[in-house]
């Protein structure tokens, strides 16, 4: 980062963080826990995850959008963490599997799908997961066909789609199962 | 992915002054563009990340709408108490596209400035107009099943993609854009152009300029609506054919139609002649066929897209029986309604 970029980026009256080729400095809450980092600009937040902080939870399916392995938690909202670049999240609280649940200490949704079989190989459940965790955070959702609607970009190619949607019923509470 | 470098302006001003430098790119929610990025298709030297300008709120507008911030996502806004109650088919045509995760991060700015999906534009293998002026177009004569049926040229069939800019240009929405200039505002229909000799335009901005809102009117269609989409599977794709309409009944007679069109053309496709056919008449079959048959005049395929074109000769009659019955299309229960 140029001289000039540093003062803009320290100048808490009026910031412009920016770079010339090089990192931006950013700060991210993740899973509770303060992250201070220098990140070049082109660094995905799924990428800064694995490679960097070794958060390997989240995967990287098909890196595009498409498949939804990688979903996380961006102040609460579910999102494709291989289409956001770090440097854009600023001061946000990113919330990933690792932090959703411990082993001992599961979180109701991560005990259903346990409890559902609702998955084989697993690539894709860290995702389900979060977005699952979303979903029902949002509260748009009633029934099954609600769930399979919103669960829409969360593929699953063993295809547990059945015991993943009757999962995230029984956390939502609703009667809706088949 | 390419190495380019990053700004974070904090007001309109600055961010307008950063984004007229040569080869600079607004970022928003990254959806579409952090995908070009890695495509190699979109190939900035300068990323202006317009992420915290104070663009982010709805409100209203002095005319009786609502004034739709540039940086509002696509699901505050389907899901905006405002926005549902008043401008249903905007909802419901947000809804229809995407995935939650996306519209968590898209915002209404980048909806309508989304490029096209077409195959040979993100395949930097191939030839493309839009891409590379001059390199030729692939599509024509090459895989074009998701490609336009209408307003095309011999540049360019490529389709804009979005839901939610079908259902704009129905309502007659307005792009508030700020630049170097000034501000303006730009009628929807004006926004989005068609290919013509400089395909590598999708729309009317200027150089430099940024989207800030998206202006609805004060005219509301809350009973006689619908967002009609068909598509290859049941979610998380995008239309090959959909239908938005918006329409006004009195005393039996339709008062006033919009129909757009998404996935047939490089814009929400709109022929006002085919309104004014349906004005006065009785909200009927026959009604509705010659409607259609004055929107799709014209209508040309390039081979594997040829099925758009019974496609939506079944499809646009089927959305103004949906509208005039005031049984919108769910987009949840995907069963035709």
């Not at chain 2, 009786?64 to 008043?86: F, K």
């Not at chain 2, 170097?180 to 400089?198: C, K, M, N, Q």
């Amino acid at each position: 980062m140029s001289e000039a970029a540093l003062s803009l980026a320290n100048d808490p009256g009026r910031e412009v963080a920016s770079s010339a080729i090089g990192t931006v400095p950013v700060t991210l809450t993740i899973n509770g826990q303060e992250h201070r980092l220098a990140v070049e600009p082109w660094v995905t937040l799924l990428d800064l995850l694995r490679e960097r902080l070794h958060l390997t939870g989240s995967k990287k399916g098909c890196d595009h959008g498409q498949c939804g392995a990688c979903t996380v938690l961006i102040d609460g909202r579910r999102m494709n963490s291989c289409l956001k670049l770090a440097v854009t999240l600023d001061g946000s609280e990113i919330t990933t599997i690792e932090g959703l649940g411990q082993p001992g200490n599961l979180h109701p949704l991560q005990a259903a799908f346990l409890e559902h079989d609702a998955f084989q190989c697993g690539y894709c459940t860290p995702g389900q997961i979060c977005s699952g965790v979303g979903l029902i955070a949002e509260g748009h959702a009633r029934t099954r066909d609600d769930v399979r609607e919103q669960m829409s970009g969360n593929l699953c190619r063993c295809g547990a789609y059945t015991n993943i949607a009757d999962a995230i019923l029984e956390v939502l509470g609703t009667e809706d199962r088949e | 992915m390419i190495r380019f470098d990053y700004a974070r302006p904090t007001e309109v001003s600055d961010a307008v002054r950063e984004g007229a430098a040569e080869q600079a790119t607004y970022l928003a929610g990254g959806t579409n563009l952090v995908d070009l990025l890695k495509e190699n298709v979109a190939r900035p030297t300068r990323v202006v990340d317009i992420g915290r300008l104070p663009l982010a709120e709805i409100g209203e507008t002095e005319s009786g709408g609502l004034r739709l911030g540039a940086l509002v996502t696509n699901s505050e806004t389907a899901y905006d108490s405002r926005v549902q109650e008043r401008y249903p088919l905007l909802s419901s045509a947000i809804l229809a596209g995407a995935t939650a995760q996306l519209r968590n991060a898209a915002t209404n700015g980048g909806n309508i400035n989304q490029r096209t999906r077409c195959y040979y534009f993100y395949d930097v293998a191939t030839p493309c107009n839009k891409r590379n002026p001059g390199q030729g177009c692939g599509a024509i004569g090459g895989v074009n099943r998701i490609h336009a049926i209408l307003g095309t040229s011999p540049h360019c069939i490529a389709t804009h993609p979005s839901d939610m800019a079908v259902a704009l240009a129905a309502l007659q929405a307005e792009v508030r854009v700020t630049g170097s200039d000034g501000e303006r505002v730009i009628p929807f229909a004006d926004y989005h152009r068609l290919p013509g000799e400089e395909p590598w335009r999708d729309n009317t901005l200027k150089p430099g300029e940024l989207v800030t809102a998206i202006d609805l009117p004060a005219e509301r269609f809350t009973q006689n609506f619908t967002y009609l989409k068909l598509r290859d599977r049941l979610s998380y794709a995008f239309a090959l054919v959909s239908v938005a309409v918006a329409m006004r009944i009195e005393d039996g007679r339709i008062a006033e139609a919009r129909i757009a069109l998404g996935g047939v053309a490089h814009k929400p496709w709109r022929r006002l002649e085919a309104e004014e056919v349906l004005v006065g008449r009785a909200p009927d079959r026959a009604a509705f066929d010659a409607a259609t048959e004055v929107l799709l005049d014209g209508a040309r395929g390039h081979g594997a897209n040829d099925f758009k074109i019974p496609m939506a000769r079944k499809a646009i009659p089927r959305a103004l029986e949906q509208a005039a019955a005031g049984t919108p299309q769910s987009q949840t229960d995907k069963r035709l309604a």
